[in-house]
Structures are given as structure tokens and as C-alpha cells.
């Protein structure tokens, strides 16, 4: 759960006398909508595109949500759910007493769309378990035997965690604490499936390149792809070393220690730093022979790229650019976007042709999943994720325009778009409802959809043969697909028939043809890692050879125009890059691509008797998510008491929430000094709405009004609509009854007040380790309170808050930020503003007044990327130290001024600042200023140390 | 204040005497008979019953103890005692299942604890680390002695005690005072039991190996390396010993050497000791099945499959079968045929192992209820 820091610079007056119950109630309540939801100040957008008719299937030991259109998919997610749990009930020791849930999408595009977690959910997300309710929650992605890994993946942590549950609770230990996330994830790698290609790629490149991180330190990465492959590395060492019971016995000591190296001590008989150093030497014993044989692409090939993670790469007709380029995708600069690089003289250069991730258009590219492909004449045939499904893109290259469009209403998801030798066509991968991912075919002129192949199987990468007749493709249909392996086929033009190409339980990517139509150049794994291949097509048996012994990974390959050269993708220091090499006349000599004669096609697995499972339709049932209670106890204020409750259903669609407390300091103020509120928020559709009501009674300091007392019971509604991921409106308006009196003048007044605010939000940020570091933010809204029986208004508001982050390197970001508020009426609300997160050098809420202007100007750089401090009694780590120089000008005021008066009273700080991250929560701020207004410049510098997340 | 304060003293003094006095103690009339005094009832852990076990059993009483109970009882002459995960060694009646006492100690109690004569012998886990032996007869605490981490059953032979570290070693101490006697090293840890026959001590480790130690010196004769790691007891039987490793690979050695007369490979993981009878080797594996092996050959002869794991050692008899299942089953089979004939539904899985004293049976399960069975009404339905 991340909580957003500016909600708590809220435009309404901030209740200086607050009860920690109701303080952190608000904030949980707030927090569990966290950036992802719509209630929030900024945030994107998850949007409720479709409406899912959700069943739900029960098995002996799952509950399986789905919807009628991938029906297919559940029945075979069902099985493989059951299987798995018989498998780990054994290897755990431990049957569970309680179905699990198991919520299915079809497509990864769905799968983003769901509530059963309030985060976004980016591409590299294939399957999560979530604590609250233990649902599973998986999208299919085209291959069964990727999505059986995936449920017995996530199972794996389910059964984990029950077993320590249990485990303490039988020893009467309540201290429940986990293993670290190495652990976690590796065991669930490790238990879930083979050791692969990928795998051994980024292990490979982690040792050689000096990239290892050691077993503690593995937080630093924690939820990187590494600290997966670490994870399961280290945890097949502990099993090959110690003996695979030692496993289940470290979760069985659980309870004899608090500490997991403790655990790990006991179990083994060796400790954390031990096992570490064991483990290094085993895997460096095991890599470091390599480089005698093998290569880094560097030495074989020409690299074209150096910054960032660059991939797909396509080569681009020299046409008016001179001389053959090449373009790829690229996350250099923290957003997806895609590059073409052409040589020079002087060097090559590199122009942007799509920025991706920060419009409706472009919200991805799908970095690490879809190819490009240019054709002769220069149009580049890319695919983005374009609100609810993928687009296929068609840009001119010269102009840089988006010359056509094609959305398909039976197609989810989309990817590696290949043209046809005359233009006329495109062949592409898709995704249909069902999940199932198939060939199919576009006419460029009139957009006709033709479906290709029509099968369970994964069908990717299709590569148009120079003569047209026919497409390599890449596909699991072999009986080796049963276990997830990809093989090479032909595809006859017209025909429809399906010839195999190659075989074998390895991986063979992404073909390509070369510009004669007699070889084929592909991506496999055959000999542990990927490598390029080449197989000849031309007459005779056909026979591959390798191309490269690259000893990481090479992917994608792409033909010059002359055939006499590749480009494609390496992984090395943890990245891709683009790299170029040239065919040599002769190649390594070739292995029979195809030694049998196939075999029956394999089909999913499915439910086995006795019990049937049986099928209902999904109802809305809550259930507890969150139930906490406090008291506290102030020396002034005295003691209060309270609890709240969060109810959502099995999808996340319905969510309610409930607080009370007391914060009576008298028995006979009992009963009048309750607090109440309850809320329904309702996320089912693209418009997400809720509504309350609420009673609260206190009393308040502001400082602006003082001291006073108010009581106020009501109802509000609330409505967000999404215009894309970026782009949202939200409407709020709430009716109250207001008693209010004022301790300090004596005045009191009891009225019915309703107040509306419209809001336009855009967020197109990309967040640093401290804060935003590029894209912009913007908040736009009017306000209005007003008294229902005489019509009379109280005040009117005008707020807007505009950030733009202008990056000036990879790592340097200017920030810029402008706030303007106004507000007018009998009882204006009132700004404030000072301190450490807006006008620096001032003290908090020094500036207030119903009039407001703000502009921040902040340049942000990076100082230290961690600060390891050691002390007796442990380590102090401080990562992603930034600084910051910083010049603040604003003022809040009352009076009715001129512009020129106004202008003349701002006032201004400027200094420095430093920013630390610690943990996932918290920016610890320090900021040395000096302040100014304008005429004079305070000698004095201000220090202020606080916390929150840059603006 | 003088007087008042040495008072206080003198009161608190006796009252820690007080509590340091086990408070396990026996009504007087308790006559100790053969019984089953450890885990599998003798110190081969054949888990062999001679008595009469008849069909269908009736529940005659149930007591309920603070936390799971994973270990097995022993019963004799009227008193059953076992230990529990809440830190409590208890003493119960064997007639109705009454409390008589019980010990609070300061950490859980998983091992079997292990009965001669007069006195209860038992082990504590981790954070305790150690081993008890109360006389029954008085309440007094014979010995104790500070061994390791004991998470492994008992075994009493030859006057002496044996008992597994979790560190790794192993210990016989004189079951009189509880001197040590002698100790082994294994190259792992040790969690399993020892089985004793003759004057032959089997011991499993987790490095994989079975020891064959001299019980009178712990002179190691042999060791032999299984498929694995060994978390469970061997069955030792007039010179044969049967014992399973973690993988699910089912051996029989016999020998000066402990060849290896025979092996079976289950299709899941090994989670029990074996137990034998009427010719045969009873295993259970973690994908619930139990399975009959001819104890001359090692051929199966059945596999019954239950829903989970079968973490119990089966209690056999001429004709019966009887095991606690991870379902919280309590099953009862045909020795013979492997056919279902009764079974029990407890609340928790039973990881615990039925044991049987004069027809009737004891098991405790992880819900912390021990259970006593005996002969129910010919007409009587299969229980729960």
C-alpha cells in the first residue's frame, strides 16, 4: 500500500486537534485508495474498460473466477490449480484447510484492469498473491505451460506462508514475520519450474560482469528480475548442498528464532554469511570456465547503443536517410519509446520516432514483447497499447506521422507486426477473447481481418518469406509445447497448411528470413542460452547452424538489405543493447533441423474425476480486508478510542469502509462525542462512484480561525471518470449540517452547507527514487459551498496546481511547479503554505489567506546511490541520496490587491537539499535556506528536516 | 520488617522448591505393566501390536490439551503420557481420560516420550533442549539433563536412554541417573530415532547415512548412504532394518554390514516411519499413500491413497493397519488386503501414532485433543 503525501497539503483547513484514531483513519482510509485510484490528488488511471460476467468454478481445493469467454482457459487453470496444490500439499507438509481463490484474465490488458489490488500493474507483472484475501491473480499470456508455472508459482507462496503461519501459531509465537523476498521468490522460481535459459542468462552476465548481489544485500534489488534468478539460485544451492528437506525444515524451525539468518543457522548448521560465500564460490566456479568458450557480444559484434535497455531491433531501407539504419525500442530515459538510429560520419545518431507511456495513443509499446518491422518503402509497423487494446501503428519514418491506424473489436492484444514483400499486407500476432494467440492477417487498403491459424496454441513472431509464399513463425503446437518449448514452423500463403521446421525441447524464436528467401536466421536455446542460429531453407535437408556462441544472450535477429549482416540484441551489464555483425561466408557446420516425424498434438490438462467441479454465478460477498482498533492519549486533549473496518468483495469492485470512535473526556459527553463515517465506493465501471455519510465532532484549532467547536453529520457522493490513463474528472459534493462556535470571538452559527468540487486531473509522471523525475502533473478545480436554505453562498474556490519535470539527463531533472488559489465568499477557505514541502525556509502554514501563488523551481540531482553506516548494533543504509537546489516564490494573502501588489509582496527562499529514500514509504527531506523578500536576503540560513516525496 | 522479609523469603523459597517437584504423580494403585512404553511400542519401533484390535472402534474419550499434539502417548498400567506442542507433558488416567497431572516446562514437546517401570522419560525442543526423567510413583524428578534441541522420539533398552540432538550428535545416558554413557557425531543433524535390536543401535542422520553403533559403546560397525536425508526412525526386527529416506526410497539391510537386501522407490516423498507386521512393511509417503511392501522382498503388495500426507507411523496388529493422515483422519485397513474398514475424522491432521494397550487404541492429533478408542457396538456405524 503506498500512501500519497499530498493529500495531507489538502486544500481544506487542517484540523490542528485531530485524534490519532480519526488521523489515522483518514489516512488508511485514503491509503487504501492508494495512486491507482481515482480519489486520489494525482495519480493515473485504472480503468474498467469491460464488463466481465464473472462466474466462479469450484474445485476441491480452489475457487476459479472467470468469464464465459475463456471458459476453455479456467477448465485447464482448474487442473493445473489442483495438481499443483497436490504437489506442494506433499512438499510443504501441509494441507490447507480453506479453497483458494484463483481470479483468471484472459489477456494481460485485462488483467490490469483489475481491483483486487489498487497498484497499476505494469507489463513485467505476470501473476500475483495478494495478502488480504490470499486471491490469485493470474493473466494468460498465449502459452499453457507459461500459465501452469505461473498458478504453481504463486501457489508456492500461499502454501509458504500458510506454513508459517501455522507453524507459529502451533508454538504459540505471534511474531509473524517472513523470509526474506530472495527467499520467497526464489523458492516459488525454484518449485515451480525448470531452470531456463533466461535464467542462466542473467546469472551468467551477474557473475561475470561483477553484478552479483550478495545474499544480504539482495534488498538493494529487491522485485528485479535478478533478485528472482539470484533467489532461486541460491535456493537450489541450499537443496543441492544441504539436501532438498532442508527446505521444509527452515520453515518447520521457523518458530525457534526471529530472525531468518537465525532460522537459517539453526537449520543448516552454516550461517547467512557463510552460506553466501558458498554459494559465490559455486557459482563463479561454474561460470568463469565459460569464458573460455563463449563470447561477449561485444568482441563479435559492432554495438550500436550503450544507454539504457534497448531491444527489437529492425533495420530501416537507407531510402533518403543515406545509408541502412535501424530502429528499436528503448526505455533509456525511463519511459518506452522507440528510436532510429542512422550511421554518420561523425558518428551515429539517434532520433526518437514515438514516445511511449505518456499519451492515450502510446500508453506502451510493449518493450520486452512485440517486434518491429519497417517496409520497403519506410513505414515502420509498430504495436502500443491504445486505451483498451493494442492498436497496430503504421508511421512514416521520413515525417515521423502516423499515417494509419488498425484496431481490431475481436483482438485483445497484439504484437510483432510483419509486412507483406508488396506492402499490401501485414501478418501479426493476436489475441482473442479466449486468450488463444493465433496469426492473422490485415489488408492495408479496406482493413480486412483474415485469422491464420485458429488453435490453443501460442503463435508468434511471423516473418514474411521475400517471395511471399509463405510466413516462419514461431509456435509451442509441437509435442514438446506440452512443457512450454517453441518451435520453428512454416506457414503456406492461401494454403493454410502448417509444415514444422524445427524441433526439440528448446526454445526457437523469433525468425527471420534473409533478403534471398534460402535461410532463416532465428533466437534459441538449445545449448543453454540463447544464441543466433541460421537455418537453411533452400533445397535439401535443412540444417541449422549456429551463429554466435555469445555467452549471455542474443536475440531478435533482423537482415540487412544485402543479407550480409544482423542486427539484433545482447544482454550484457544487466541491459540490452543493439548490436551488428557480419554473416560469415562459412558457418558452423549444421544439425538436421528436424529428425522425427512430430507427434499427436498435445491438448490442456483437465479436471479428472471423481468430483465434477461446479459452476455458479459470481455474487457480491464481502469480506473483512481490515479491522483495527486504537486508543489513544493526549495530556491535553485526553483519551479516545476507536476502530475501522474495510469490506471489499472477492473482485475488489465493491469496497466499504467504517470508522468510529469516541473522544468524549466526560461520561456524560459519551454519546454526543462520537465520531461515525461509512463509505461505498463502487469500481466495477469506467465511471468509479461512492458515496457516505459521515458524523464527526470536535474540537479544532486553526489558525486562521482559532480555536472552535464544530459538529457536522452528513452525506457526500462522489463520482471519477477516466478519460484515458492519463486523464480523469472527478465530481464530488457533499451536504452537511454545520453547528459551529468559536471559543475564541464568541461567534457561533448553525447552518446547512453544500459544498461541490469539479476536478480535471492529468498525470503523465515518471517517478525517480525520490519523486517525479519527468512527465508532468496537473490539477485543475473549482469549488463551491453554498447554504441550500438561503441560497447564499459561502465561498467559491479556484484551484490549480501545474508540475512539469524537464529532464535534462537520464539522471538530472528540473522541476518546476506552479499553485495558484483563490477563494471568495462569507466563511473563504483558507491556504496555507510553508515549510518543507512547499516554501522552504519558512516555518509550516507561515503564509495563509484565501488567496494563494506558489512557484516552485527545483533542480534535481542525483549525490549518492547508497550510504552504508556502520554501527554496534547494526547497519544504517540510506539509498538514493538527491540533492536539490531550489528557489521558492510565493505569498498567501487576504486583501484585494492589484496584480502589481500582490506581485510586490511574494516573498522567496532558495538553498539546497539533500533527499534520502528509506524503505518503500518514506523520502527523508533536509533543506538549508535562506529566505528572502525580495529587497532584503535573511542572513540567516534555515535548516529543516522533515519527510515526504518531492513534488 | 526483618522477620516479614526472611519470611517472604522462606515462602517464595518453598514454593520454587514446590515447583520444581514435577507434578506428575499417579494415584496410588498404579501397577506397571508391559504396555506400550515408546514410540512403536518396543525399541525396534516395529509398531507391532499382539494384543486383540476389534472393529468397529467407538470414541470412549477425548481430552483436550492447550496446544497440537504431535507426538505419540505411552500407556501403561492405567496411565497414559505424552507432551504437546504448549510446552505441557501430561498424565492422564487411561480409564477415562482425567487429568492427573501435568509438568509445564519451557519449551514445546514434539518427541515420543519413552516409559520403564516407574518413569516417564522425555525431550524438550529448542530453547530447552532438554531431557526429563519423572518418577511416576512419587512426582519426583529422577534427572535431567541439558542434551540439545530433542525433536526426536526416545528409545529405552538396555537401561539406557537414546536420544537424538538436534545438533547432530547422539547420546545414550544410563537411564538411572542419566549419566552419559557414550555419544556419537553424525555429519548432519539428527532428527529421527534410533532403533535398538540386540545390541545393535540404528540411527539415521540427514547427511543421508544409517549408522549401525555398538549399543553398549557407540562404536559405529557400519554406515550405509541412502538416497537421502533420514528424518525418520528405522524398524529394526530380528536383524533386518527397514528405513525410508526423505526422497521416498524404501530400503531393508541386514547384515554385518548392512548390505541392502532390497529397496522400494515410493512415488512421493517419505513422510513417516515405517512400521512392520505379519511379514510385511508399512510406509506412508507425503502423496498420501500408505503402502504394504513384503518385508522379504520388498514387492508391493498395496497402496491405499488417502487426500494428504500420511506423517503418522502406522500401529499394525494380526490383521489391522491403523494411521493418522494430514486430513485428520484416523484410518483403519486390512493388513492384508489394504481395504478400508474404519476410519475417524479428528479436527487437525494426526501426526501423532496411534498406539494400543488392551484393545484400545490412543492417538493424539494436531486440533490438541488426545483421542481413546476401544471396541464399539457390533451395529455401530464407521465413526464420523
Known amino acids: 500500500m503506498t500512501f500519497n503525501m499530498e493529500l495531507l497539503a489538502a486544500e481544506e483547513p487542517i484540523m490542528r486537534r485531530l485524534s490519532i484514531i480519526l488521523t489515522i483513519s483518514l489516512i488508511c482510509i485514503f491509503g487504501l485508495l492508494s495512486e491507482g485510484q481515482a480519489q486520489f490528488y494525482f495519480g493515473k488511471n485504472k480503468i474498467q474498460y469491460t464488463d466481465f460476467k464473472w462466474q466462479v468454478m469450484k474445485t476441491d481445493h480452489f475457487e476459479v473466477y472467470f468469464y464465459p469467454q475463456e471458459r476453455m482457459l479456467a477448465e485447464a487453470a482448474a487442473a493445473m490449480a489442483e495438481r499443483s496444490y497436490r504437489e506442494l500439499a506433499a512438499k510443504f507438509h501441509q494441507p490447507l484447510s480453506r479453497p483458494i481463490p484463483l481470479i483468471l484474465y484472459s489477456a494481460h490488458n485485462y488483467f490490469q484492469q483489475t481491483n483486487t489490488t489498487p497498484y497499476m500493474l505494469p507489463e513485467s507483472v505476470g501473476g500475483f498473491m495478494e495478502f488480504m484475501k490470499g486471491r490469485v491473480v493470474i493473466p494468460f499470456n498465449g502459452s499453457y505451460a507459461r500459465l501452469d508455472r505461473t498458478i504453481r508459482h504463486e501457489l508456492v507462496h500461499v502454501f509458504n506462508l500458510a506454513k508459517l503461519r501455522i507453524v507459529l501459531r502451533d508454538h504459540d509465537k505471534f511474531q509473524y514475520y517472513l523470509p526474506p523476498l530472495w527467499m520467497i521468490e526464489g523458492l516459488a522460481e525454484y518449485w515451480s519450474g525448470r531452470w531456463d535459459a533466461r535464467a542462466e542468462m542473467v546469472m551468467r552476465d551477474a557473475v561475470i560482469s561483477g553484478n552479483l548481489v550478495p545474499l544480504e544485500q539482495m534488498y538493494r534489488i529487491n522485485g528485479t528480475f535478478q533478485m528472482y534468478k539470484e533467489g532461486q539460485s541460491a535456493v537450489e544451492f541450499i537443496a543441492q548442498r544441504y539436501g532438498e528437506d532442508k527446505i521444509l525444515r527452515l520453515f518447520e524451525n521457523w518458530w525457534k528464532a526471529k530472525k531468518f539468518r537465525d532460522v537459517l543457522e539453526i537449520t543448516l548448521g552454516c550461517s547467512l554469511k557463510e552460506l553466501d560465500r558458498q554459494w559465490q564460490y559455486s557459482l563463479k566456479k561454474r561460470y568463469f570456465p565459460l569464458m573460455k568458450d563463449h563470447d561477449m557480444p561485444e568482441q563479435v559484434a559492432d554495438q550500436l547503443t550503450t544507454v539504457g535497455s534497448n531491444l527489437k531491433p529492425a533495420v530501416c531501407p537507407a531510402m533518403g536517410l543515406g545509408e541502412e539504419g535501424v530502429v528499436f525500442m528503448s526505455n533509456r530515459m525511463g519511459y518506452e519509446a522507440i528510436y532510429l538510429l542512422t550511421p554518420g560520419e561523425e558518428g551515429n545518431k539517434e532520433r526518437r520516432l514515438v514516445r511511449g507511456e505518456r499519451s492515450p495513443e502510446f500508453e506502451s509499446l510493449h518493450l520486452h514483447r512485440s517486434k518491429l518491422n519497417l517496409s520497403g518503402d519506410g513505414v515502420l509497423a509498430f504495436i502500443s497499447k491504445s486505451r483498451e487494446t493494442d492498436v497496430l501503428n503504421l508511421m512514416d519514418i521520413e515525417t515521423g506521422c502516423v499515417v494509419h491506424k488498425f484496431k481490431f473489436p475481436s483482438l485483445i492484444s497484439l504484437s510483432s507486426p510483419c509486412w507483406s514483400p508488396g506492402g499490401d499486407e501485414i501478418v501479426f500476432s493476436g489475441a482473442d477473447f479466449h486468450g488463444h494467440v493465433d496469426l492473422y492477417m490485415v489488408e492495408i487498403q479496406g482493413g480486412a481481418l483474415s485469422r491464420l491459424t485458429a488453435d490453443i496454441y501460442d503463435d508468434r513472431d511471423p516473418s514474411w518469406s521475400p517471395d511471399g509464399r509463405f510466413l516462419a513463425f514461431s509456435s509451442d503446437r509441437s509435442p514438446q509445447g506440452r512443457r512450454g518449448f517453441h518451435s520453428l514452423y512454416l506457414y503456406r500463403i492461401g494454403e493454410g497448411e502448417i509444415e514444422q521446421l524445427t524441433e526439440g525441447s528448446h526454445n526457437d524464436y523469433a525468425p527471420s528470413w534473409s533478403p534471398e528467401g534460402d535461410r532463416i536466421a532465428f533466437s534459441s536455446d538449445r545449448k543453454g542460452v540463447f544464441n543466433l542460429y541460421i537455418l537453411d531453407v533452400g533445397e535439401g535437408d535443412r540444417s541449422v547452424h549456429r551463429l554466435t556462441n555469445i555467452i549471455t544472450g542474443a536475440f531478435d535477429p533482423d537482415w540487412s538489405v544485402d543479407g550480409r549482416q544482423l542486427v539484433f540484441s545482447a544482454y550484457g551489464n544487466q541491459q540490452f543493447q543493439i548490436y551488428r555483425m557480419g554473416i560469415p561466408d562459412s558457418l558452423e557446420p549444421g544439425v538436421l533441423a528436424l529428425r522425427s516425424d512430430g507427434g499427436d498434438p498435445w491438448r490442456p490438462a483437465k479436471l479428472t474425476a471423481p468430483r465434477a467441479p461446479s459452476l455458479v454465478r459470481y455474487r457480491k460477498k464481502l469480506s473483512l480486508d481490515i479491522a483495527q482498533s486504537a486508543v489513544s492519549y493526549d495530556p491535553v486533549f485526553g483519551v479516545g478510542g476507536g476502530f475501522q473496518v474495510a469490506l471489499t468483495d472477492m473482485l475488489g469492485d465493491h469496497q466499504y469502509y467504517f470508522l468510529v470512535n469516541n473522544i468524549a473526556s466526560a461520561r456524560r459527553d459519551f454519546l454526543s462525542s462520537f465520531n461515525l463515517g461509512f463509505s461505498y465506493f463502487n469500481l466495477s465501471r469506467r465511471t468509479n462512484f461512492g458515496g457516505g455519510g459521515f458524523h464527526f465532532v470536535d474540537d479544532y484549532f486553526d489558525d486562521y480561525y482559532g480555536w472552535y467547536y464544530e459538529r457536522q453529520f452528513g452525506a457526500f457522493v462522489t463520482a471519477s471518470h477516466p478519460f484515458s490513463k492519463f486523464h480523469r474528472i472527478e465530481l464530488s459534493t457533499l451536504l452537511k449540517n454545520s453547528d459551529k462556535e468559536n471559543y475564541d470571538t464568541g461567534k457561533s452559527r448553525s447552518t446547512i452547507l453544500s459544498s461541490s468540487y469539479f476536478s480535471f486531473i492529468k498525470d503523465t509522471s515518471l517517478w525517480g527514487p525520490v519523486g517525479p523525475m519527468d512527465g508532468s502533473r496537473m490539477k485543475l478545480t473549482l469549488g463551491l459551498t453554498w447554504e441550500p436554505r438561503s441560497g447564499r453562498v459561502f465561498n467559491r474556490a479556484v484551484m490549480a496546481d501545474l508540475r512539469q519535470y524537464f529532464r535534462i539527463s537520464h539522471r538530472i531533472s528540473h522541476a518546476v511547479r506552479l499553485v495558484g488559489r483563490y477563494s471568495q465568499g462569507v466563511e473563504p477557505q483558507i491556504f496555507y503554505m510553508g515549510g518543507s514541502w512547499d516554501m522552504r525556509g519558512y516555518p509550516r502554514r507561515h503564509f495563509m489567506g484565501r488567496k494563494l501563488i506558489l512557484l516552485n523551481n527545483e533542480l534535481r540531482v542525483p549525490v549518492i546511490d547508497n550510504l552504508l553506516v556502520g554501527f554496534p548494533f547494526g547497519n544504517l543504509e540510506l539509498r538514493a541520496i538527491r540533492g536539490a537546489i531550489f528557489l521558492d516564490v510565493g505569498n498567501a494573502w487576504n486583501e484585494n490587491l492589484s496584480l502589481k501588489e500582490e506581485l510586490y509582496q511574494v516573498h522567496g527562499a532558495f538553498g539546497i537539499g539533500l533527499r534520502a529514500r528509506m524503505g518503500y514509504f518514506t523520502v527523508l527531506r533536509l533543506d538549508f535556506a535562506k529566505i528572502t523578500d525580495f529587497d532584503t536576503i535573511f542572513p540567516r540560513t534555515r535548516v529543516q528536516f522533515f519527510f515526504g516525496w518531492n513534488y | ?384
Request: aromatic share 12%.
Open chain 2, 1 to 384: 520488617m526483618k522477620l516479614r522479609l526472611l519470611t517472604a523469603l522462606a515462602v517464595m523459597t518453598a514454593a520454587c522448591c514446590f515447583s520444581c517437584r514435577a507434578h506428575l504423580r499417579l494415584p496410588d494403585g498404579f501397577q506397571p505393566d508391559g504396555g506400550w512404553s515408546m514410540l512403536g511400542g518396543n525399541s525396534g519401533h516395529t509398531g507391532f501390536y499382539s494384543g486383540q484390535l476389534h472393529l468397529p472402534l467407538e470414541l470412549l474419550w477425548q481430552f483436550r490439551a492447550r496446544g497440537p499434539i504431535v507426538s505419540s502417548p505411552v500407556v501403561m498400567g492405567g496411565a497414559v503420557c505424552f507432551g504437546s506442542l504448549d510446552k505441557r507433558f501430561y498424565l492422564l488416567s487411561v480409564m477415562d481420560g482425567q487429568l492427573q497431572g501435568s509438568l509445564k516446562l519451557k519449551s514445546s514437546i514434539s518427541s515420543s516420550p519413552a516409559m520403564a517401570g516407574q518413569t516417564v522419560y522425555f525431550g524438550t525442543e529448542f530453547g530447552d533442549d532438554t531431557i526429563y526423567a519423572v518418577d511416576l510413583d512419587t512426582g519426583d524428578m529422577r534427572w535431567k539433563a541439558e542434551i540439545g534441541d530433542i525433536s526426536a522420539s526416545l528409545t529405552l533398552a538396555r537401561q539406557m536412554v537414546f536420544v537424538s540432538s538436534g545438533s547432530g550428535s547422539f547420546h545414550a545416558l544410563s537411564a538411572e541417573d542419566g549419566s552419559e554413557l557414550w555419544w556419537f557425531q553424525t555429519g548432519g543433524r539428527v532428527n529421527s530415532p534410533a532403533a535398538v535390536d540386540g545390541e545393535m543401535v540404528y540411527l539415521g542422520s540427514d547427511d543421508g547415512f544409517l549408522y549401525a553403533l555398538k549399543a553398549e559403546s557407540g562404536r559405529e560397525v557400519w554406515r550405509r548412504q541412502l538416497a537421502g536425508a533420514i528424518w525418520w526412525s528405522p524398524v529394526a526386527h530380528e536383524g533386518c532394518v527397514y528405513v525410508g529416506s526423505f526422497e521416498g526410497k524404501v530400503y531393508a539391510l541386514r547384515g554385518e554390514q548392512g548390505e541392502v537386501m532390497w529397496s522400494y522407490q515410493g512415488e512421493g516423498g517419505l513422510s513417516g516411519s515405517p512400521a512392520m507386521g505379519n511379514g510385511r512393511v508399512y510406509v506412508g509417503f507425503d502423496d498420501g499413500k500408505l503402502c504394504a511392501l513384503d518385508a522379504t522382498s520388498g514387492r508391493l503388495k498395496w497402496c491405499f491413497t488417502v487426500e494428504n500426507a500420511i506423517p503418522s507411523s502406522p500401529l499394525t496388529s494380526y490383521e489391522l493397519v491403523i494411521f493418522g493422515a494430514s486430513d485428520g483422519t484416523l484410518y483403519a485397513l486390512d493388513g492384508e488386503t489394504g481395504e478400508l474398514r474404519w476410519s475417524y475424522h479428528a479436527g487437525r491432521a494426526i501426526v501423532s501414532s496411534p498406539v494400543a494397550w488392551q484393545g484400545q487404541i490412543f492417538v493424539g492429533s494436531m486440533d490438541g485433543y488426545m483421542y481413546a478408542f476401544g471396541e464399539g457396538a457390533e451395529d455401530s456405524s464407521a465413526i464420523k
